[in-house]
């Protein structure tokens, strides 16, 4: 995914405006960004290439939340719009019934 394509007028957390070109880049404002690194998430069920997916999805500002805990996605290609709740997503993996980073990803966010 490429971050410095879209810039995000306001952070994807909280919703308030975002002014430095970072912020704008990344979606979050330096505070949602923290509280969203520090998470508290158990991530014990998930590999670690899943967690890295997942909090790149997060960096990359790729995933927002769209009404009460239902997020949209991109794939990992770009190619895709996934819809997401932490319990459960469309994407191949998701339809399977097997956790999938863009669920990890939205439990991140849920529990920032």
Same mark, same amino acid.
């Given at each position: 995914?490429?971050a410095?394509?879209t810039?995000?007028?306001?952070?994807?957390r909280?919703?308030?405006?975002?002014?430095?070109?970072?912020?704008?880049?990344?979606?979050?404002?330096?505070?949602? =960004?923290a509280?969203?690194? !520090? &998470?508290?998430?158990?991530? #014990?069920?998930?590999?670690?290439?899943?967690? $890295?997916?997942?909090?790149?999805?997060?960096?990359?500002?790729?995933?927002?939340?769209?009404r009460?805990?239902?997020?949209?996605a991109?794939s990992?290609d770009?190619?895709?719009?996934?819809?997401?709740?932490? =319990?459960?997503?469309?994407? !191949? &993996?998701?339809?399977?019934? #097997?956790?999938?980073?863009?669920?990890?990803? $939205?439990?991140?966010l849920?529990?920032?």
């Open positions: 995914m490429n410095a394509a810039a995000h007028t306001h952070c994807l909280c919703g308030r405006t975002l002014t430095s070109t970072k912020s704008q880049a990344t979606g979050y404002g330096p505070k949602c =960004a509280k969203v690194r !520090k &998470a508290p998430i158990e991530t #014990t069920d998930y590999k670690a290439h899943q967690i $890295a997916s997942a909090q790149e999805l997060i960096e990359d500002g790729a995933i927002i939340l769209i009460n805990n239902v997020f949209a991109v990992t770009g190619t895709e719009t996934h819809l997401v709740h932490p =319990a459960a997503c469309n994407c !191949k &993996a998701g339809l399977k019934g #097997t956790r999938c980073y863009h669920q990890l990803a $939205a439990r991140m849920l529990a920032a």
